[in-house]
């Protein structure tokens, strides 16, 4: 199965067509389909700015416009090295495909320590939340009344 990244972001009429195309696409080539929203990280933003949909297939890449034509022939292009790369046993080629279906020692420990910092970080958000909500002072129509501070004005 191929992994395919599509670069896109909200509200992108082109990325929904792509989709689309990639769907239709899905019997022939099977691939898993990840998408990135560019707009939630700075350097994507700079990397793919106005060039988006951005579609990787292993090493090909296609930038906007995608015609349905360049992505099959993307798509079939990935398909085809990857069945060639098999069938020819490229050592390289096996490890990679190994390593990314072990799971090591730093994986584990990563997420032994993620799950309870993860859930005390949960803990403090559900406490500041209560503390906010049961120190707001209400009216007697249940609207907010803004608190007045007691700190001195600097």
């Not at 792509?18 to 899905?26: D, I, M, P, S, W």
């Not at 398909?79 to 490890?95: S, T």
């Not at 009216?139 to 009344?145: P, T």
Request: aromatic share 8%.
């Amino acid at each position: 199965m191929l992994n395919v990244t599509l670069y896109t972001r909200k509200d992108c009429k082109l990325c929904d067509e792509v989709k689309e195309q990639l769907n239709e696409l899905q019997s022939k080539y099977p691939h898993r389909l990840v998408e990135v929203d560019i707009d939630l990280d700075p350097a994507l933003i700079a990397n793919y700015g106005q060039i988006i949909p951005v579609i990787e297939v292993g090493p090909y890449r296609l930038k906007a416009p995608i015609t349905p034509q360049n992505l099959q022939m993307n798509l079939g292009a990935a398909f085809d090295r990857k069945n060639q790369l098999e069938k020819l046993g490229d050592p390289e080629y096996q490890m990679r495909i190994k390593k990314g279906k072990n799971v090591n020692t730093g994986d584990r420990v990563s997420f032994w320590i993620a799950k309870p910092v993860s859930a005390f970080v949960e803990l403090v958000y559900v406490v500041l939340c209560w503390s906010a909500i049961s120190c707001a002072d209400f009216d007697e129509d249940g609207r907010r009344i803004a608190r007045q501070s007691h700190l001195p004005n600097l």
